[in-house]
């Protein structure tokens, strides 16, 4: 029978160890700090990117480590703030992105999708906060982070589907004995943007050491940062002409099919209160009501939605983790641990309104002034055929005074809508997220040197959005239906006439009553999951060799269920500017999963072979999907590294990985909602030029009469429809790697690790990018068919023409999932690492760097092959610059730390080439470029006593402000308030106080 004394050893060496053995050669920044002496005392080891839980075998695979001492360095206030600046990693959607937030973080290796990698804790999954299968970074507790450990490349045959570009594994402290306390508070230079963060760890060792048990309780809150409040971002600016930009949806309204021109003597309101005359093109069609007239449009008649978003997600959160063990016998023991957390965050976005609605108008509504009733009449139904008006002037004339659809001068006007509801006040959507997550196990020994482990978990996520501050489009279109100012035609309600023909302020606090419910989305995810493992050595080495052969051997279950539930609101689809409609969704899926793997170290302590070590791993899965057909993968891994002479290590490694289809991509039914759109081929007067386009663009659903009259979004966004698709497989990647690493003898406490990656994906599971939509039917217009599949696909407003407007009418651009797609990335991680006294102080000096040579994404066969490395559209949505890295210089006194921190994040510039260059409130602009950026922060550390430390950073020393390039140049889920405020600090110099209380 096994005995844990040799277990107890391994624990007192794992953390140099494993940080050895992975060539990870992080510096330990403060050299008396207490993290390292916690992370030596581990209670299993951990090793990221094996199941083989052997110290003493070093991994083929690189690996970066971010440290406790780093984090608290830094001051980051979440896991997503940790990972989005390390170099190689895109950032995602996360705090500083509030447009299409969630209330979730997530985490995206390499630029390949937020969905194609693992979070892990300790090693093990989590389940997912929602229908893509992603995990919600909010729910990891910092105060117990030991270390995070990122891994790049295929790693399924190790953690199974989804690890297709690399796993992030925050690994916790153990063996925690004590009590400690953190508080840190953060102000920004503008005295905005308070963040408090609050943890207390208890934890005991307890039996002479048999068992330790540890409790953590922490609480979060930050303010929220609104972009009116930042000089850059407070007016939108239209990234293509330089001018104020923002929404079509504004105050005053904004209608369609009126007629300004004057023709059959009837006045208009153009030319009226300053403005210009009536717009040719325009003002027949499309007009703006002001102050009970019409007048025409101009680029400045756009809503500016800036000053309402925000750069600061309001976040609250209270979470709790747990964790014991206890050596029931010298042969068992047993482990549990659980996580619980709730956390609010609030999005705030502009108010809502009636975002290009089809609505009717009686010509007798109270609110309707003589004139603006007259250019209704005078509509030209038939243009450039001849003038012929919708109504005479006598039947306009009676129709005005016709208030019962029973008299024969009753008259109606059908009409486009576009009113910003700015009475209302702002839409706010509150996302509560309840999670736990919960594993318990056993290991123990089969003999000296194997070891089984088994354990099983389960965990639930629920995310509530309560939507308030939208109108409902049906009861807009039921208030406008009056003929008085008391009631409406269809009264069944509590119905208030609505009154969008006046100026701003025109709407009153009763109508915007009436108008507006709350509404309610819940999502609810869970996985439940059983692993067994064995793992050691026979005690068989190679004949060359000294160390024994090391295996695994296990299997994996897991059931994953997910379901999004909608209010009857929300499924209709009838929150105005809520993006599109909610469909309730429900499916789950199950895998049964056997694996191995072994490390064969072949030859050791022989000249130039110092160490040669060949690694290998198989993973099948047998997958089962509610409502469809089952499937089975295959994976398999691998690598080998050579150390001829102390101090020099060569690796490689080779894998096959795959990703499943989640639920959403299997199950979500056919929905339109909202993407990015800079430029429509046919907006403006190109129709009206080239008759081959004017017919592709009436295929579409726009009518002869809009041509030439037809606009882009002024927010740059169109409607996108597509949904899930049960017969969808999973991707499949091959990744490889080769790496050196440099330790010599001649320079004590220098490291250095130099890996390339190269990471391809095909059978992806991808949508066309708009770019692509476009590009398939009207890059070749002289040739397009009207017929043509991929133009017949796109439809069109049969109101305005336009590709944007109200989703259960507008499809706009098809992107529909498939497995045709491909994305592929290669380049350079390179870290460095040196430590040395320096008489005064301790010097250490810790770097990482990405050098991306490429990063490609192709939707279809018949899609562009689209690079991306150092560029941003709305194609390309995140940004991945060519170089970036990160340096820290850190000098170690008695008692105090002083530690420098630079950042940089290489140039980049937009794909296309042809964003506005000029002059922009007195200095030339070019918003084609966002030049190379260098951030600073300075934090120095005072350790009072024993029990007391006290850190106090300044993030982003230099203030700098990001580059301004306009709010439509890029996908909204990145490019918000003129700016990329993901991979660009757009807070500004912020300060951060923190304490430790150890005891």
């Not at 609505?359 to 030209?380: E, G, H, K, W």
């Not at 290991?443 to 099983?456: A, E, K, M, P, V």
Request: glycine residues 10%.
């Amino acid at each position: 029978m096994k005995t844990f004394s040799k277990r107890a050893l391994l624990r007192a060496s794992v953390a140099p160890a494993i940080l050895g053995a992975s060539l990870i050669a992080t510096a330990a920044i403060a050299q008396d700090a207490p993290q390292a002496a916690d992370a030596e005392m581990g209670d299993t080891i951990i090793v990221t990117g094996s199941l083989i839980k052997n110290p003493n075998l070093a991994r083929s695979t690189p690996v970066t480590a971010t440290t406790a001492d780093q984090i608290e360095l830094k001051q980051n206030n979440t896991a997503e703030e940790i990972l989005r600046e390390i170099p190689g990693i895109v950032p995602s959607i996360g705090s500083a992105v509030n447009n299409g937030n969630g209330g979730a973080s997530f985490v995206n290796l390499r630029g390949l999708g937020s969905n194609r990698n693992i979070v892990l804790i300790d090693g093990n999954r989590l389940v997912p906060a929602e229908l893509n299968g992603r995990f919600d970074l909010n729910n990891i507790p910092l105060a117990l982070i030991d270390r995070v450990d990122v891994l790049t490349g295929g790693a399924s045959t190790t953690y199974g589907a989804d690890a297709i570009s690399g796993v992030v594994n925050f690994v916790t402290k153990s063996d925690f004995a004590g009590l400690e306390a953190n508080i840190a508070n953060q102000l920004t230079e503008e005295a905005d943007g308070h963040y408090v963060r609050a943890d207390v760890t208890l934890g005991a060792n307890f039996d002479d050491g048999r068992g330790n048990v540890v409790f953590s309780v922490g609480y979060q809150q930050s303010d929220p940062v609104y972009q009116g409040d930042r000089p850059f971002s407070n007016v939108s600016i239209d990234s293509f002409t330089g001018l104020g930009g923002g929404s079509g949806t504004s105050t005053p309204s904004r209608f369609t099919n009126v007629n300004t021109t004057g023709a059959d003597s009837i006045t208009t309101g153009c030319g009226l209160d300053g403005q210009p005359a009536c717009n040719a093109v325009q003002g027949n069609r499309q007009v703006t009501a002001a102050g009970g007239a019409f007048r025409g449009t101009s680029a400045f008649d756009a809503y500016n939605f800036n000053p309402f978003n925000i750069f600061q997600t309001p976040f609250e959160r209270f979470n709790m983790y747990g964790a014991g063990r206890y050596e029931v016998s010298d042969a068992v023991e047993v482990y549990s641990r659980g996580i619980f957390s709730k956390n609010t965050v609030s999005t705030i976005i502009a108010p809502s309104g009636a975002f290009g609605i089809s609505v009717v108008v009686p010509l007798s509504n109270p609110y309707l002034s003589a004139a603006q009733r007259n250019a209704f009449c005078a509509f030209d139904t038939t243009p450039g055929v001849g003038y012929t008006a919708r109504f005479s002037a006598a039947e306009c004339a009676a129709a005005a005074t016709a208030t019962s659809p029973t008299d024969p001068n009753y008259r109606t006007v059908t009409t486009t809508l576009s009113r910003r509801a700015t009475e209302l006040g702002p839409r706010i959507s509150d996302f509560t997220t309840t999670f736990f997550d919960y594993r318990i196990g056993a290991r123990g020994g089969i003999t000296d040197s194997i070891d089984w482990d088994l354990s099983g978990g389960y965990g639930e996520s629920e995310n509530v959005q309560t939507q308030q501050g939208y109108w409902l489009n049906s009861r807009v279109r039921q208030a406008l239906l009056a003929t008085n100012t008391a009631t409406c035609l269809t009264d069944t309600n509590g119905c208030v006439p609505l009154n969008v023909f006046g100026p701003d302020g025109s709407i009153t606090a009763a109508q915007n009553a009436y108008l507006t419910a709350n509404s309610q989305v819940t999502t609810k995810t869970s996985l439940a999951q059983v692993k067994g493992t064995i793992s050691g050595d026979f005690g068989v080495a190679s004949p060359f060799g000294t160390d024994s052969l090391a295996f695994a051997l296990g299997g994996e279950y897991r059931k994953y269920g997910a379901s999004q539930e909608s209010d009857l609101l929300s499924q209709s689809g009838d929150l105005g500017g809520a993006g599109g409609a909610a469909p309730n969704i429900d499916g789950g899926y199950d895998v049964y999963e056997a694996y191995g793997e072994v490390i064969l170290p072949l030859v050791q302590d022989k000249p130039f072979f110092q160490d040669l070590t060949l690694e290998a791993g198989i993973r099948y899965s047998d997958y089962s999907v509610d409502g469809g057909s089952g499937y089975n993968t295959t994976t398999w891994k691998v690598a080998g590294n050579w150390t001829p002479v102390d101090g020099i290590k060569f690796r490689g490694n080779y894998s096959r990985a795959v990703r499943a289809p989640n639920i959403a991509e299997l199950f979500a039914p056919v929905n339109t909602t909202l993407t990015n759109l800079d430029s429509d081929p046919c907006a403006g007067a190109a129709p009206t030029q080239n008759a081959n386009l004017a017919a592709v663009c009436i295929a579409q659903g726009a009518t002869a009469a809009q041509l030439g009259s037809i606009i882009n979004d002024p927010a740059g966004q169109v409607n996108s429809t597509g949904g899930g698709n049960l017969a969808l497989g999973p991707e499949k990647s091959n990744s490889w790697g080769l790496g050196v690493s440099l330790q010599p003898a001649a320079l004590p406490g220098f490291s250095l690790t130099v890996d390339y990656y190269n990471i391809k994906i095909t059978g992806a599971i991808t949508s066309p990018t708009p770019d692509d939509v476009i590009s398939a039917c009207f890059d070749n217009i002289t040739a397009a068919s009207a017929s043509d599949p991929a133009c017949t696909g796109i439809r069109r407003d049969p109101g305005t023409g336009a590709l944007f407007g109200e989703a259960a009418v507008v499809g706009g651009l098809p992107q529909t999932l498939s497995n045709l797609g491909k994305l592929a990335t290669d380049g350079i991680d390179v870290q460095l690492n040196y430590q040395k006294d320096v008489g005064f102080a301790k010097w250490a000096l810790s770097a990482n760097g990405n050098w991306t040579n490429s990063s490609t994404f192709q939707a279809t066969p018949t899609s562009l092959n689209r690079e991306c490395v150092g560029l941003y559209s709305v194609n390309c949505a995140s940004i991945q610059p060519e170089f970036s890295w990160s340096v820290r210089n850190t000098l170690s006194f008695d008692s105090v730390d002083l530690s420098l921190l630079w950042r940089y994040i290489d140039g980049v510039k937009y794909e296309d080439g042809d964003a506005f260059v000029g002059t922009l409130n007195g200095k030339q602009v070019d918003f084609n470029r966002i030049p190379a950026e260098h951030y600073f922060d300075l934090t120095s550390r005072f350790h009072v006593s024993d029990e007391i430390t006290l850190t106090m950073t300044v993030q982003n020393l230099l203030d700098n402000q990001p580059k301004v390039v306009g709010n439509s140049i890029g996908s909204t889920s990145y490019n918000s308030g003129n700016v990329y405020p993901s991979t660009y600090d757009a807070l500004g110099r912020r300060y951060t106080v923190a304490a430790k209380l150890r005891f």
